[in-house]
């Protein structure tokens, strides 16, 4: 009977150095999942950031491009204006030239 009760008590000491193994590697398992979470958090966090980013991009470009094809229109009125006042001017200068020329043959 002194056997049995030696071998029950060894075998509740190997359980509970088992149980301890197993609650270690539990523990650590656990850290280490809690960790994966924390950096997956950080990496949705990122991508969020990321993705509000580029939005932001894109609404700074659409605006861009409009206030370009604003300038590109004004732009083009200034020339089209430019080219109409140049050629006014010419026409002034032939009629001045043409009235001076015949204001010296008389």
């Not at 656990?30 to 958090?41: P, Q």
Request: charged content about 40%; proline content about 0%; cysteine-free.
């Amino acid at each position: 009977m002194n056997d049995r009760v030696s071998n029950s008590s060894a075998m509740t000491e190997s359980s509970a150095v088992e149980i301890e193994i197993a609650t270690r590697r539990l523990m650590a398992a656990l850290d280490s999942l809690e960790s994966a979470v924390e950096r997956r958090r950080d990496a949705d966090r990122d991508e969020n950031e990321l993705a509000a980013r580029i939005q932001a991009l894109g609404a700074d470009r659409s605006r861009l491009a409009d206030e370009l094809d604003g300038a590109l229109v004004k732009a083009r009125k200034l020339e089209r204006t430019n080219r109409e006042i140049s050629d006014r001017l010419d026409s002034a200068i032939v009629t001045i030239r043409s009235v001076l020329d015949t204001g010296e043959d008389g």
